[in-house]
């Protein structure tokens, strides 16, 4: 299901529009930001969403790409995804690889040795291109419908004393425990994290920003701050319920015998696994 929503600005002198379009998609709110303030580099881009509590958009999917597409109205725009950490190796802001794609013909072709950040809408409609990171342009953020729910259902676990590593094997610790290292988004989750550390013993921990590209940050009492990424420290772990449920409302045309689908989604880490029940039996197809 799909609500579309589209905020006009009217004041006399001159318009500062900002947010242009957004869209509701599968629980999560589309936005797209463009005009004098916020026409920005992707860095500028990143920060933008992660003060609105989001992050730039990432269609790691056809469905989700034309939402993306269509709430950009057709005009280029930064979405969540660089090779900055490798050339050609492109992934999601969030870590994930980009396996999905949607690139123009002959894209990436990192131009000038200097395109190493993604925007959609390329000539054609929903299709992606690299660019280098400080063009200015208008941005698409998606951001979670429940965010304040979310928020209170995360679960922090330190690992210190001889669990004490570096930055990247801190992040793949907590992969292996069904968690993510702490991701802090903002200063609500900075004091949030603070708040769900029982250590009376309150050091220095690895941590996560969404905007994060290549630093390697940490959360002690003097809040934020950045460290050598090889450097042996304590991390904090989280688990995030599932906050986010949607069943897809599409009426399916049903004849006896033949099959349908309906879709659902839930948002947690670790992913959140779904069944379906009929009358209290165990549906497997």
């Known amino acids: 299901m799909i609500i579309r929503t589209t905020i006009f600005f009217c004041s006399i002198g001159v318009a500062f529009t900002a947010l242009i379009d957004q869209v509701r998609f599968r629980g999560t709110w589309l936005k797209y930001y463009d005009g004098q303030q916020d026409y920005t580099t992707y860095a500028g881009a990143m920060i933008g969403c992660q003060k609105r509590g989001g992050w730039l958009a990432m269609p790691k999917d056809k469905n989700f790409n034309d939402a993306v597409a269509n709430v950009a109205q057709g005009r280029r725009a ?15 802001n969030d870590g994930d690889t980009v396996e999905w794609a949607n690139w123009y013909s002959g894209e990436p072709n990192n131009g000038g040795n200097n395109e190493d950040c993604m925007d959609i809408n390329i000539d ?22 429940n ?8 679960k922090f676990t330190v690992y ?28 609500e989750h900075l004091q949030e994290t603070m708040a769900g550390i029982d250590d ?13 590209v290549t630093a390697c940050s940490t959360v002690s009492d003097f809040g934020l701050s950045t460290a050598n990424c090889f450097q042996p420290l304590p991390l904090v772990c ?48």
């Open 200 to 212: 009376p013993n309150l050091t220095e921990y690895w941590v996560t920003l969404r905007e994060d």
């Open 160 to 187: 210190s004393g001889r669990n004490a590593t570096s930055y990247f094997k801190a992040k793949d610790f907590c992969v292996k425990r069904r968690s993510r290292l702490a991701l802090l988004g903002n200063n």
């Open 78 to 92: 930064y979405i969540g995804g660089t090779d900055i950490l490798g050339e050609g190796r492109f992934e999601w």
């Open 124 to 145: 054609v409609k929903g299709k992606w291109n690299d660019r280098p990171c400080e063009f200015l342009l208008g941005y698409v953020c998606q951001i979670p419908d």
């Open 147 to 154: 965010k304040a729910l979310a928020s209170k259902t995360r």
């Open 238 to 285: 989280e688990q995030v319920a599932p906050y986010g449920l949607e069943i897809s409302k599409e009426e399916a045309t049903l004849e006896v015998g033949s099959d349908f689908r309906i879709d659902c989604t839930a948002s947690g880490v670790p992913v959140p696994q779904v069944k379906w029940y009929r009358d209290g039996a165990y549906v497997p197809h």
